[in-house]
């Protein structure tokens, strides 16, 4: 399993989604060091969303 490391930018992430702790984040992986999210916010998560 391929790991990474967030270095700059995360605080303000955090901040532009409004991300609580038990948020859910999944990434998927895009290539050429991008990547798309789908931000599930604790309450708002149906079982299966992603």
Do not use: T
């Amino acid at each position: 399993m391929a790991s990474f490391i967030f270095q700059n930018g995360w605080e303000d992430f955090v901040d532009l989604y409004s991300l609580k702790k038990r948020d859910l984040l999944v990434f998927e992986y895009k290539g050429n060091s991008k990547y798309s999210v789908f931000v599930c916010k604790e309450m708002d998560c149906p079982a299966g969303a992603w």
